[in-house]
């Protein structure tokens, strides 16, 4: 993690002033017409934050991983209404590195995500990296990225949008 990390986590009081969130912002806003609109809607459209991984799948001779992940829609906040929990799954294609810290057995299903970040590496290829309140990270590199997001467990790949 670049701006999110473990010990920022540890040590930062949000009401310190800290500016992390507006520095990764103001990244994103800078490779925001590098981001092709399936990553785009990863950043922008769904929370993953306090959501937990539910199953992960890795082909390595296919370079194909397949996270699915509880998250939420936190739009219904601005009406007063509660977050509504969505099932969401990711499917990384062309997928060149993917390293888990600590033990996966251990935060699989039992750890909520903190926070995520997308990095632009160069034409095409993209790190997605992924803090849990353990402290263990996922790192995720990949050139294509398709998503789906459901209610109530029915996950259909709609929006499919090779990365460019």
Known sequence: MKYFTSKWW???????????????RAYINSIRSKLPPEV?????????????????ALDAKAALLVLKLDGFDYS???????????????????????SVTGKLNTWFKESELGYLEIEVLGRGKFEHRMLFCSGDEITIRFRNLMSSVGSQGIFHWKDVIPLK
């Open 40 to 56: 785009l809607r990863l950043v922008e459209g769904v929370s993953l934050h306090e959501g937990r991984v539910r199953s992960v």
């Open 10 to 24: 540890s040590e930062t009081s949000l009401e310190e002033g800290d500016d992390t969130f507006e520095r990764y």
């Open 76 to 98: 219904p906040l601005s009406e007063g209404k509660r977050p509504t929990n969505l099932q969401i799954a990711l499917r990384y294609e062309g997928v060149s590195a993917f």
